[in-house]
């Protein structure tokens, strides 16, 4: 499956904010963001007095990159998720942004089973979950309200699942459309996520205008 695999942390710099990419580093002080404040490459530290506002395309695009970059979505896998959105009734940017956090990657993610969704990712490519008890290893898979998100049976005996539920104390607790029970280590989907449970820095309707130009 193709996806992004180049230092992220120089994604974060380039849009002068933290996108939260690499968990638990993000709220250290090794974060990147915080050390060197200003765009990467050569002529960066120069870059940061020239940025301006800038034109209305380039606030659009970095919109669009910015959603991508978080979710770990590539471009052509987002134009369809736009086109899904589009077709869907409502508010076409809060139709995007439900597509997005129903995919399963980031459903382990919310539910506190990994430290950034690259890692849940991973987590699902390998096998590890399971939806309504079947084992599920696509990242992209949208759960719908009603399912089940478990870790697989086979799984827990590992050393990483094993400590996950002392690790979870200091983890963010699970949003409203979620609910977690770390005893039976499974997670049900609620209901359909809603704009206001993407606690994100991103405005949607820039990219419905930049797909719409």
Same mark, same amino acid.
């Given at each position: %499956?193709?996806?992004?695999?180049? +230092?992220?942390?120089? *994604?974060?710099?380039?849009?002068?904010?933290?996108?939260?990419?690499?968990?638990?580093?993000?709220? =250290?002080?090794?974060?990147?963001?915080?050390?060197?404040?200003?765009?990467?490459?050569?002529?960066?530290?120069? #870059?940061?007095?020239?940025?301006?506002?800038?034109?209305?395309? =380039?606030? !659009?695009?970095? &919109?669009?990159?910015?959603?991508?970059?978080?979710?770990?979505? *590539?471009?052509?896998?987002?134009?369809?998720?736009?086109?899904?959105?589009?077709?869907?009734?409502?508010?076409?940017?809060?139709?995007?942004?439900?597509?997005? &956090? =129903?995919?399963?990657? /980031?459903?382990?993610?919310?539910?506190?089973?990994?430290?950034?969704? #690259?890692? #849940?990712?991973?987590?699902?490519?390998?096998?590890?979950?399971?939806?309504?008890?079947?084992?599920?290893?696509? +990242?992209?898979?949208?759960?719908?309200?009603?399912?089940?998100?478990?870790?697989?049976?086979?799984?827990?005996?590992? !050393?990483?699942?094993?400590?996950?539920?002392?690790? %979870?104390?200091?983890? +963010?607790?699970?949003? &409203?459309?979620? =609910?977690? /029970? %770390?005893? #039976? %280590?499974?997670?049900?989907?609620?209901?359909?996520?809603?704009?206001?449970?993407?606690?994100? +820095?991103?405005? &949607? !309707?820039?990219?419905?205008?930049?797909?719409?130009?």
């Amino acid at each position: %499956m193709a996806r992004y695999t180049g +230092p992220v942390c120089k *994604l974060c710099r380039r849009d002068g904010e933290k996108l939260f990419l690499k968990g638990a580093r993000c709220l =250290s002080a090794k974060c990147s963001v915080e050390r060197r404040a200003y765009p990467p490459g050569q002529h960066g530290k120069d #870059a940061q007095f020239r940025r301006g506002r800038g034109s209305d395309y =380039s606030l !659009q695009l970095r &919109e669009k990159q910015k959603a991508r970059r978080v979710y770990g979505v *590539l471009e052509r896998q987002f134009r369809r998720y736009f086109s899904e959105a589009l077709r869907r009734p409502g508010l076409t940017g809060s139709n995007l942004l439900t597509i997005l &956090e =129903s995919r399963l990657d /980031n459903v382990v993610y919310r539910l506190g089973w990994a430290d950034s969704r #690259a890692h #849940a990712r991973q987590i699902v490519q390998h096998g590890h979950i399971a939806v309504n008890g079947r084992r599920t290893n696509i +990242p992209s898979y949208l759960v719908r309200p009603d399912d089940v998100v478990a870790i697989r049976e086979q799984s827990r005996s590992r !050393q990483y699942f094993k400590e996950l539920r002392a690790y %979870m104390e200091d983890r +963010p607790q699970a949003p &409203e459309w979620l =609910s977690v /029970n %770390m005893g #039976a %280590m499974e997670g049900t989907v609620l209901r359909v996520p809603e704009r206001r449970d993407v606690d994100l +820095p991103l405005n &949607e !309707q820039l990219i419905v205008e930049y797909y719409s130009r």
